[in-house]
Each structure stands twice: as structure tokens, then as C-alpha cells.
């Protein structure tokens, strides 16, 4: 069974920068897509950016190229770095594997989440 | 960017009724479109993808149907275990989210 687990500091002061991990088990990362979405309390879901197990990656140009994701097929697991942080990038933390047919679109599997708070 | 409009915002229903949802992309998205459920306080869980294929482990009362630019999840029969938010999702050049729909008790 494929389990995905968040994991990284709740808290993080403005202007620094916001690392997450994404812990995976029951499956390889390697071969596949995998994911990083967030959203802030009380609202909607937003796509941060997807990494292959080689290490290609593409972003959500909103976040104006403060997003960066590594990947670690060694350990299994793959990470989210934000920087330059703000009050905006509060919000749960969602990574998940990043599938499709001809083309990898949606999560067909997430973690539980985790909850950001950037404050000094 | 293709902007995607959920209506109602809000569905008002009983269990054992029909919920019809609605997703319009501002263009094109040919069938690459995705439904997914959100319970409070949990992940949120895939429900259709393509449009209208359910992913593992859905129950047959979920539907998905449309192409092109107008998408609809039904649910024929309300569970209690339905009453949640549900978004839908592309990705044509970028990946996006419509607003939600919140699939409440009557």
C-alpha cells in the first residue's frame, strides 16, 4: 500500500526559508511523478510543482520561482523547499504521487498533510 | 491560464438524493480532468480522473461525464460518508482548481 508522510517544521519565520519532506513507503519512488500541492486554512487546493525520479521538475509559475523540489530515490522520499517565505504561504502541505495516462495530472495518492504557519 | 467555475458553491441535500455537480473550464481541457472529495480535516481523495474513469476503490454511484469544456460528477444515491467538498482539476498547460463545491446536509 502506498503511504506518503509530510514531514519538516510547522513553524517558520518570515523571509526564511520553508523545507518539507515527503517520506514514501510501500512503493518506489523510483519510475514515477510526484507531487506537492497546498492550501491555506479555509480555502482552496493550489499545485506548488510534480519532480520525476531523474530529478526533472516543473512549477506553478505563480509562485514566481521561490519553489524548488529534490529528489532522493536512495532514501525514498523527495522534498519541497519555498523561500523567501511569507504570511501567504501558510497553509497544510499535501505531497502525493502524480499520475496519468499519457501525461502525469492528478494525485492518486497523498499524504496526510502537513500544517505550515510562517510567523515571526 | 484556463480558469475552471464549480457550481452550485454550495449543494443542500438529504441522503439517498441524486447530487449533481458542475465544473466549466474557461477552455478547452479536453478530458483531462479530475474530480476529488474532501472531508474536513483529511487529504483530499481522488474520485474521477479522465473525466470520468473512478480511481481504485470508489464506489459505482460516483460518475463523472463531459469533455471539451463542461464537466459533471454525479453521485446517484447520497452516503452519509459523501457529505464533503469536492473540487475538480486540470491540467492543459498548468494544473489548476476549481473553487469547490460543498455537498452539505439538508
Known amino acids: 500500500q502506498v503511504r506518503l508522510l509530510e514531514s519538516g517544521p510547522r513553524l517558520v519565520k518570515p523571509s526564511e526559508t520553508l523545507s518539507l519532506t515527503c517520506i514514501v513507503s510501500?512503493?518506489?519512488?523510483?519510475?514515477?511523478?510526484w507531487s506537492w500541492f497546498r492550501q491555506p486554512p479555509g480555502k482552496g487546493l493550489e499545485w506548488i510543482g510534480y519532480?520525476?525520479?531523474?530529478?526533472?521538475?516543473n512549477y506553478n509559475p505563480s509562485l514566481k520561482s521561490r519553489a524548488s523540489l529534490s529528489i532522493d530515490t536512495s532514501k525514498n522520499e523527495f522534498s519541497l523547499k519555498l523561500n523567501s517565505a511569507t504570511a501567504a504561504d501558510t497553509a497544510v502541505y499535501f505531497c502525493?504521487?502524480?499520475?496519468?495516462?499519457?501525461?502525469?495530472?492528478?494525485?492518486?495518492?497523498w499524504g496526510q498533510g502537513l500544517l505550515v504557519t510562517v510567523s515571526a | 491560464d484556463i480558469v475552471l467555475t464549480q457550481s452550485p458553491g454550495t449543494l443542500s441535500l438529504s441522503p439517498g438524493e441524486r447530487a449533481t455537480l458542475s465544473c466549466r473550464a474557461s477552455?478547452?481541457?479536453?478530458?483531462?480532468l479530475a474530480w476529488y472529495q474532501q472531508r474536513p480535516g483529511q487529504a483530499p481523495r481522488l474520485v474521477i480522473y479522465?473525466?470520468?474513469k473512478r480511481a481504485t476503490g470508489i464506489p459505482p454511484r460516483f460518475s463523472g461525464s463531459g469533455s471539451g469544456t463542461d464537466f459533471t460528477l454525479t453521485i446517484s444515491s447520497l452516503e452519509p460518508e459523501d457529505f464533503a467538498v469536492y473540487y475538480c482539476?486540470?491540467?492543459?498547460?498548468?494544473?489548476?482548481f476549481g473553487g469547490g463545491t460543498k455537498v452539505e446536509f439538508k
Open positions: 502525493g504521487r502524480f499520475s496519468g495516462n499519457y501525461f502525469p495530472y492528478y494525485n492518486d495518492y
Open positions: 510501500g512503493v518506489s519512488i523510483s519510475g514515477q511523478y
Open positions: 519532480i520525476y525520479y531523474t530529478g526533472t521538475s
Open positions: 477552455e478547452s481541457v479536453s478530458n483531462f
Open positions: 479522465d473525466a470520468s
Open positions: 482539476q486540470q491540467r492543459s498547460h498548468w494544473l489548476s
